[in-house]
C-alpha cells in the first residue's frame, strides 16, 4: 500500500458547531454498528447532546482528517476547568490526593477519536490523535475507553497511555469507562497513513 496524502481542518467550539452535519455523518459511519444496536447511549440524538454540551467548553478543539475532499475522521475534546474539572466526581475509584485539581490548563480530554470504516486499520487513528494532542499546552491528557472495547484499548497503550481509574459519567445510560492518561507535550511521532 502507498503512503497517503492526509490533511486536516480544525476548528474551535463555534466552527464545530457549524460543521454539526457533518459531525454526525463521520459519527453514524464509525459507530455504525453501535448506533444501530439498541443501547441508548450509542443513538445519534445521545450523541449530539453530548455534542452541543461539549462545544459549550471554553478551547473546546475539533480537528477532522481529509483525503481530498473526503472526510476521513475526526478527534475532539476541550481542556478540564477548575476546581474539579467536571469529570473527576463520577470516579468509581479513589486516585493520589491532588490529581483531581484542575487549574483550566493542566488536563485537556481527549472526548473521541472515529475513523469512517473505509479508513480504519491505515493510521488514520494515529495521525488524528497526535494532531490534536501535539500542540496541547497543557501537562496532561485523558480519554474515556470502555474496557470492553479491546481494540481501542491496545492502540491506545501502544500509544503510551495508562490507567488511573474507572468512571461512570453523568449522562444517562452511561456506561462504565476506564480513565487513561498520557503526559504532554507528545514526543514527536511519524504517522504512516496508508493508502487503498
Given at each position: 500500500?502507498?503512503?497517503?496524502e492526509?490533511s486536516?481542518?480544525?476548528?474551535?467550539?463555534?466552527?464545530?458547531?457549524?460543521?454539526r452535519?457533518l459531525?454526525?455523518?463521520?459519527y453514524t459511519?464509525?459507530?455504525?454498528?453501535?448506533?444501530?444496536?439498541?443501547?441508548?447511549?450509542?443513538?445519534?440524538?445521545?450523541?449530539l447532546?453530548?455534542f452541543?454540551?461539549?462545544?459549550?467548553h471554553d478551547g473546546?478543539d475539533?480537528?477532522?482528517?481529509?483525503h481530498?475532499?473526503?472526510?476521513?475522521?475526526?478527534?475532539?475534546g476541550?481542556?478540564?476547568?477548575?476546581?474539579?474539572?467536571?469529570?473527576?466526581?463520577?470516579?468509581?475509584?479513589e486516585?493520589?490526593?491532588?490529581?483531581?485539581?484542575?487549574?483550566?490548563?493542566?488536563?485537556?480530554a481527549?472526548?473521541e477519536?472515529?475513523?469512517?470504516?473505509?479508513?480504519?486499520?491505515?493510521?488514520?487513528?494515529?495521525?488524528?490523535?497526535?494532531?490534536l494532542?501535539?500542540?496541547?499546552?497543557?501537562?496532561?491528557?485523558?480519554?474515556?475507553?470502555r474496557?470492553d472495547?479491546?481494540?481501542?484499548?491496545?492502540a491506545y497503550?501502544?500509544?503510551?497511555?495508562?490507567?488511573?481509574s474507572?468512571l461512570?459519567?453523568?449522562?444517562?445510560?452511561?456506561?462504565?469507562?476506564?480513565?487513561?492518561?498520557?503526559?504532554?507535550?507528545?514526543?514527536?511521532?511519524?504517522?504512516?497513513?496508508e493508502?487503498?
Amino acid at each position: 500500500m502507498a503512503d497517503l496524502e492526509l490533511s486536516f481542518r480544525r476548528y474551535d467550539r463555534i466552527g464545530a458547531r457549524e460543521q454539526r452535519d457533518l459531525i454526525v455523518g463521520i459519527y453514524t459511519d464509525a459507530y455504525a454498528d453501535a448506533v444501530n444496536s439498541a443501547d441508548p447511549f450509542e443513538t445519534v440524538d445521545a450523541f449530539l447532546t453530548r455534542f452541543d454540551a461539549y462545544t459549550r467548553h471554553d478551547g473546546f478543539d475539533l480537528v477532522i482528517a481529509y483525503h481530498g475532499e473526503e472526510p476521513m475522521g475526526q478527534t475532539f475534546g476541550w481542556p478540564l476547568s477548575p476546581p474539579d474539572g467536571g469529570w473527576w466526581r463520577y470516579l468509581t475509584a479513589e486516585v493520589e490526593p491532588g490529581w483531581t485539581h484542575e487549574t483550566g490548563r493542566r488536563t485537556f480530554a481527549l472526548s473521541e477519536i472515529m475513523v469512517c470504516r473505509a479508513w480504519t486499520g491505515r493510521g488514520v487513528a494515529r495521525a488524528l490523535h497526535d494532531e490534536l494532542l501535539g500542540g496541547r499546552r497543557e501537562t496532561r491528557a485523558v480519554l474515556l475507553v470502555r474496557p470492553d472495547n479491546e481494540n481501542a484499548y491496545r492502540a491506545y497503550r501502544r500509544w503510551g497511555w495508562s490507567k488511573i481509574s474507572r468512571l461512570r459519567g453523568g449522562w444517562e445510560d452511561a456506561p462504565l469507562f476506564d480513565v487513561l492518561t498520557i503526559d504532554l507535550p507528545l514526543a514527536p511521532k511519524s504517522v504512516r497513513v496508508e493508502g487503498k
